[in-house]
């Protein structure tokens, strides 16, 4: 018989706890019991799997295992007058079981009630790490450098309004689903971001947070194949995270795009974000995350850098979703095709005094225009604002290499 | 079903023009009826400003009667409107709607559940 670690078993239940999760809150209609359900399967797994050997389907026995487990629960409950239990118990009884109670649409479900815009962002993003990508409390916590009990108290109170308020399990109808969906991809694109370049804490990359975002990106693709949006957002984080490696040095010090080692990019997540956008640009419904994929899809390119079309697609993202961070980014663009005369004159009329990479921007276009003493400024400025101890070094040292 | 509050918070300060209140209080009307006609309509109101406001309250075995409001802001609750929903996103859809006829902040919130 195969030798079954425990370690093995946590990680079949890491990676089938959003299924199981979502079959279940639909089946018992409230997230906590579910959550206890498939607890208690995982119990029931450590004492039997080793001896019995891995069932033929694991997320099959975990569903249904969670499923008795949590019927035998309620009716315990319910018989001592506790009037949740019944109300529950009488929830499950009417919620149809075909098969495995396996519904492909429940995680779609899941993701919609965890993305609801009536929970705070920060609530959104921690149910959707712990429903649908079976972190715990504790992972989610160390991932946001809050403590644990902050992190379970978000939780608790967010489930809490998901119950109380009535937030219902379903996906949205057709009128409200473009915004409802823009939410989601929002909250998953926050969770690869936090992952990318995290806002504060001494390290760049917080490799986890990223890779969940793309499992849940993949996952996204699976459930909704025919939303363009949903695939620009997979092939835009796989393009940027291709550059992980070569991202940071060894030291943990921040590599700039241009003076990043090539070799140390991952061509097969270049490869399979490159056939993504191809196939978005084939399917013609652009949109925001799609256009951002294709202008990661040219830098992935060779050199010379194609900054014209660049810049072409920055204006397309601009006209479509204007705001004074995608005009930072094309006036960047705008520095390798007009120079950085034009484009410094298009950041001095950006409101971002807030925000460090405008600083780092503005202090990179003066030092190449020889205004030295105004660059330094700058690079004051930005590395004041920068919450991330490896990018306020990179601006340190950009600072240091100037004449003054 | 749930009960769901839509409060209206009106700003402090002088209303808006006879001619805009007029218009709001048309669109007011034309939601409530649509309102009932769906079968969501329980209640709906319009408060007086709060300073004709009076608050009761238990001090040492006595009810103190003084002026009110009970707490000053730069907001205060100027009318709303309880419905009947089947769920958060029901209630939002009437939300929107009082929202725009107002058109001043909206604040949806569940009564507690009576099981």
């Known amino acids: ?404 | 079903m749930k009960h769901y509050l839509l409060s209206v918070y009106q700003p402090e300060g002088t209303p808006p023009a006879p001619e805009v209140l007029n218009q709001i209080m048309q669109d007011l009307d034309q939601l409530n009826r649509e309102m009932r006609s769906a079968g969501v309509w329980v209640f709906s109101g319009g408060l007086n400003h709060p300073n004709t406001a009076t608050v009761l309250r238990l001090d040492g075995g006595e009810i103190l009667t003084t002026d009110g409001p009970f707490a000053e802001g730069k907001e205060y609750l100027g009318g709303f409107t309880i419905i009947n929903a089947a769920d958060l996103d029901a209630a939002l859809v009437w939300g929107r709607k009082l929202a725009q006829a107002v058109p001043l902040p909206i604040e949806v919130r569940p009564f507690a559940d009576v099981r």
């Open chain 1, 1 to 404: 018989m195969r030798d079954l670690p425990a370690s093995e078993i946590t990680r079949i239940f890491r990676a089938e706890y959003g299924r199981a999760v979502a079959v279940l809150v639909r089946v018992l209609g409230d997230i906590d019991l579910a959550e206890e359900a498939v607890q208690d399967a995982f119990t029931a797994a450590v004492e039997r799997w080793p001896a019995a050997g891995l069932p033929p389907s694991p997320a099959g026995w975990i569903i249904t295992t969670a499923r008795n487990r949590a019927i035998d629960r309620l009716r315990r409950e319910a018989s001592r007058d506790d009037r949740h239990a019944q109300a529950a118990l009488l929830h499950t009884s009417s919620a149809p079981i075909e098969g495995e109670g396996v519904v492909p649409d429940d995680r779609l479900r899941l993701i919609f009630t965890c993305c609801h815009p009536a929970l705070s962002i920060s609530a959104q993003v921690a149910l959707t790490l712990r429903l649908l990508g079976g972190l715990s409390t504790a992972e989610i916590a160390h991932a946001f450098l809050v403590p644990e009990p902050t992190m379970a108290q978000r939780l608790v109170r967010a489930k809490g309004k998901i119950r109380d308020a009535g937030i219902p399990y379903r996906v949205p109808s057709e009128a409200e689903l473009p915004d409802r969906l823009h939410a989601v991809l929002a909250v998953v694109y926050l969770i690869f971001n936090e992952g990318y370049a995290a806002s504060s804490g001494d390290h760049l990359v917080r490799e986890d947070l990223s890779a969940e975002a793309i499992r849940l990106g993949r996952l996204l693709t699976e459930l909704m194949p025919d939303e363009p949006e949903v695939r620009g957002l997979l092939a835009l984080m796989l393009l940027v995270d291709s550059r992980r490696a070569a991202r940071t040095s060894p030291d943990g010090a921040l590599v700039l795009l241009a003076d990043q080692d090539r070799a140390q990019w991952d061509d097969e997540l270049i490869e399979e974000g490159r056939a993504i956008v191809r196939d978005c640009l084939r399917r013609d419904q652009p949109g925001p995350y799609q256009i951002q994929a294709a202008i990661n899809a040219v830098h992935s390119e060779g050199r010379p850098t194609d900054w014209v079309q660049i810049k072409q697609l920055y204006d397309q993202l601009l006209g479509m979703a204007p705001s004074p961070i995608v005009a930072l980014h094309r006036a960047v663009a705008v520095a390798e095709v007009d120079g950085p005369m034009t484009a410094l004159a298009l950041v001095d009329e950006l409101d971002l005094g807030q925000h460090h990479v405008f600083h780092a921007v503005r202090a990179d276009l003066l030092r190449r225009l020889g205004r030295d003493a105004e660059a330094a400024a700058a690079y004051e400025a930005a590395i004041d604002r920068a919450g991330n101890a490896s990018e306020r070094d990179f601006l340190r040292r950009r600072r240091a290499a100037l004449s003054i």
